[in-house]
C-alpha cells in the first residue's frame, strides 16, 4: 500500500496545542475486549460507500495543524490559533468515550458531575503526554502506512521514521459514533494510552477512592506517558 507522509514543524508548541498537534503521529485500532468496547460503535453495512476513510481524516486534520502551526505568528493571534487548532482536535477525538474506558466499571458508580470533572482533567494529561513526545520527535518524518475498517471500527497505522533510522509505531484506535469516525485510543509505540491509565486509575481508586484520583489529575501528580526519545531501531 502506498505511504503518505507528512512533517512536524520545529518551534514552540504551546501547551494547548498539545493534543492537535499529535495528529501529526499518531494510528493503530485492534478492538477491545467486548467489556471494554466504547459504547456508541455503530455498523457501516448502509454508509455510503463513497464517505470518508479514518486515513483521510486523520491525515486532513494532520494537515491543517501543520498550517496553523507553521503559519506566520503575524498572520493570526495566538489566541485564535489556539482555539483553530482545538477546534481540529475536538473533532477527531472523543475525550468522554477515553475517559469512559480509561475508568471502566468505575465510570457507571460516578455521578455526571463528577465524569465531567474527570473527563477534562483526563484530556489535560492526555495533552502533556501528546505534546512530550511530538517535542520529542520534531521534525522527523511522519509515515502514514495504512488503515482497516470492520464493522464500527478502524485503525490507522502510522510510524516516526527518525534520522538515527529509529522508527517509532504511533496508532490511532477510532469508531464510528453513529455520524463520524472518532478517535477513542491512541496506542505509542505498542502501549495503549487508554489501558496504561486503566490500570493506574483503578489502583488509585481501590485503594485511596475516586475523590483521591480526581486530586491527583488536579495537581498534575500522575505522570504522562510519553514516548521516550529512543524507539526500536530499524532492522
Known amino acids: 500500500m502506498k505511504t503518505e507522509r507528512g512533517r512536524i514543524g520545529r518551534g514552540a508548541i504551546s501547551a494547548r496545542w498539545a493534543l492537535a ?5 499518531l494510528s493503530s485500532a485492534v478492538a477491545l475486549s467486548h ?4 459504547e456508541k460503535a455503530s455498523r457501516f453495512s448502509d454508509r ?7 486515513l483521510d481524516i486523520v491525515k486532513s486534520s494532520v494537515e491543517r495543524v ?8 503575524t498572520a493570526v493571534s495566538e489566541g485564535r490559533r489556539r482555539s483553530d487548532i482545538r477546534q481540529v482536535a475536538d473533532g477527531l477525538f472523543d475525550f468522554r468515550e477515553m475517559g469512559r474506558l480509561a475508568l471502566a466499571g468505575h465510570w457507571k458508580e460516578r455521578t455526571p ?3 465531567q470533572e474527570f473527563v477534562q482533567l483526563f484530556t489535560a494529561l492526555l495533552e502533556r503526554s501528546y505534546l512530550s513526545s511530538i517535542e520529542n520527535y520534531a521534525g522527523e518524518k511522519i509515515i502514514f502506512l495504512s488503515e482497516s475498517v470492520s464493522g464500527g471500527y478502524a485503525q490507522v497505522r502510522s510510524r516516526i521514521t527518525t534520522d538515527r533510522r529509529v522508527d ?8 464510528d459514533n453513529g455520524t463520524r469516525w472518532v478517535v477513542y485510543d491512541v496506542v505509542l509505540d505498542g502501549v495503549s494510552l487508554v489501558s496504561n491509565y486503566r490500570s493506574q486509575f483503578n489502583s488509585i481508586i481501590r485503594t485511596s477512592g475516586f475523590v483521591e ?5 488536579r495537581n498534575k501528580e500522575i505522570e504522562a506517558h510519553v514516548v ?4 526500536r531501531p530499524r532492522s
Open 48 to 54: 455510503d460507500p463513497g464517505s470518508v476513510r479514518p
Open 168 to 175: 517509532i509505531s504511533i496508532d490511532y484506535r477510532l469508531l
Open 228 to 231: 521516550p526519545r529512543l524507539g
Open 66 to 73: 501543520l498550517a496553523m502551526v507553521q503559519s506566520s505568528p
Open 113 to 115: 458531575r463528577e465524569q
Open 213 to 217: 484520583l480526581l486530586a491527583r489529575l
Open 21 to 25: 498537534v499529535v495528529l501529526v503521529a
Open 35 to 38: 467489556a471494554q468496547q466504547p
